[in-house]
């Protein structure tokens, strides 16, 4: 099965399907990634915030792939919003993960009453400039945040990582990113499982003989998001990944794009100052 790629505004290719590790306890990530790469996976979504990127590099490390065969991409956490403080924590996911270089890092939230994102980007392009990232990005910008870095820095970012789903479709906030070279990346591409038993898409999923998993991930995938489901189940996480032998129709495609109720599974960007201990 053939991942598709989406070239970044840099000329960077990502897979468009990768595995998140989100909520996946330290002590099961390594082998869960582990059997992540054996099913086919080539990208997997970390972050400093999910306490794993240690044992995603140990996963890495112990799959026998090259380096350069794996797209990682981690994120800034919320109490480094400064430029010392970014330089530093960018130096330590680095060192857990035990690479030499990252593929993407993205600033995980914009915690507008926190810290000041713009001063925190510009730490970004630093850190893009010394060659050991190969691109960078945003995580929960909403558009006015992506306007005030349009304004006042000089690197647009390659990705805009947000929550969207058939219960948040996020059609304005996808297509000010498309305009604007951004690629947006899709989390809880299932709402958590929130959207499996919508009727609108077990209907689908029934007539194509597919689960409401693929039916939901496919629809991502055909509007051109990039998604990366996590699991730590191996049925699902060969389920998830067996999206490139259907189609949906535009039917389809619009059907589930009817669903939008802009539900957030998670928390509001413009409101969200939480800082972890
Ligand atoms: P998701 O939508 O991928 O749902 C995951 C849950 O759905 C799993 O815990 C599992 O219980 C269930 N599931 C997975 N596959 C299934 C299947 N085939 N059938 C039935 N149930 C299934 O939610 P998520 O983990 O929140 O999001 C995916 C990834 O997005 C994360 O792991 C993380 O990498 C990223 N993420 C980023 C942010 C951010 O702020 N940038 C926030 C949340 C998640």
């Known amino acids: 099965m053939t991942v598709p790629t989406v070239t970044l505004?840099?000329?960077?290719?990502?897979?468009?399907?990768?595995?998140?590790?989100?909520?996946?306890?330290?002590?099961?990530?390594?082998?869960?990634?582990?059997?992540?790469?054996?099913?086919?996976?080539?990208?997997?979504?970390?972050a400093e915030m999910y306490g794993n990127e240690k044992e995603v590099g140990e996963a890495v490390?112990?799959?026998?792939?090259?380096?350069?065969?794996?797209?990682?991409?981690?994120?800034l956490n919320n109490g480094f919003h400064a430029r010392d403080a970014a330089l530093k924590a960018f130096d330590g996911t680095l060192e857990a993960l035990g690479f030499e270089y990252l593929d993407l890092f993205l600033i995980h939230w914009p915690l507008p009453k926190v810290g000041d994102y713009l001063e925190t980007w510009k730490a970004m392009e630093e850190i893009l400039a010394s060659g050991r990232v190969k691109a960078i990005g945003v995580s929960n910008f909403q558009q006015h945040h992506l306007q005030r870095l349009f304004d006042e820095a000089d690197?647009?970012?390659?990705?805009?990582?947000?929550?969207?789903?058939?219960?948040?479709?996020?059609?304005?906030?996808?297509?000010?990113?498309?305009e604007h070279g951004i690629a947006t990346e899709a989390w809880s591409p299932i709402a958590q499982g929130k959207v499996l038993d919508d009727e609108a898409i077990t209907a689908i999923a029934d007539r194509?003989?597919?689960?409401?998993?693929?039916?939901?991930?496919?629809?991502?995938?055909?509007?051109?998001?990039?998604?990366?489901?996590?699991?730590v189940t191996r049925s699902r996480v060969e389920e998830n990944f067996a999206l490139f032998?259907?189609?949906?129709?535009?039917?389809?495609?619009?059907?589930?794009?009817?669903?939008?109720r802009d539900e957030r599974t998670g928390p509001n960007p413009d409101e969200f100052n939480y800082i972890p201990d």
């Open 245 to 260: 032998d259907f189609e949906l129709t535009d039917a389809d495609l619009t059907a589930i794009t009817a669903l939008n």
């Open 61 to 75: 490390a112990a799959s026998g792939l090259a380096r350069e065969d794996i797209f990682v991409t981690s994120k």
């Open 155 to 178: 690197i647009v970012p390659a990705v805009n990582q947000i929550e969207v789903h058939p219960y948040l479709t996020q059609d304005a906030l996808r297509a000010f990113d498309a």
């Open 208 to 231: 194509l003989g597919k689960s409401a998993a693929q039916v939901t991930l496919r629809w991502h995938i055909q509007r051109g998001d990039i998604v990366f489901p996590k699991s």
């Open 9 to 46: 505004n840099n000329g960077v290719e990502i897979p468009q399907l990768g595995f998140g590790v989100y909520q996946i306890d330290p002590a099961d990530t390594k082998d869960a990634t582990l059997a992540a790469l054996e099913v086919g996976y080539r990208h997997i979504d970390t």
